[in-house]
């Protein structure tokens, strides 16, 4: 048994792709849009049209999809 499965069988780890269906079954449009809130008063916008953002793939990407939305 490799190293990365005997970790998730000890539950150190996911296996690959449980975190992003965990994530999933609890993202919906009201968590998008206080994402999408939280961007505009973070960088003191009425609006995130037009803007360029880079996702450095540091979390779930909730911030770049409320972005492009």
Do not use: P, Y
């Amino acid at each position: 048994m490799s190293s990365h499965a005997l970790e998730v069988q000890q539950g150190e780890r996911f296996a690959f792709g449980a975190n992003w269906m965990q994530f999933l079954s609890v993202l919906n449009d009201e968590r998008i849009e206080e994402a999408k809130a939280s961007l505009k008063r973070m960088l003191n916008v009425e609006s995130l049209a037009g803007k360029t953002f880079l996702d450095v793939g540091s979390g779930s990407g909730l911030f770049s999809l409320a972005a492009c939305m």
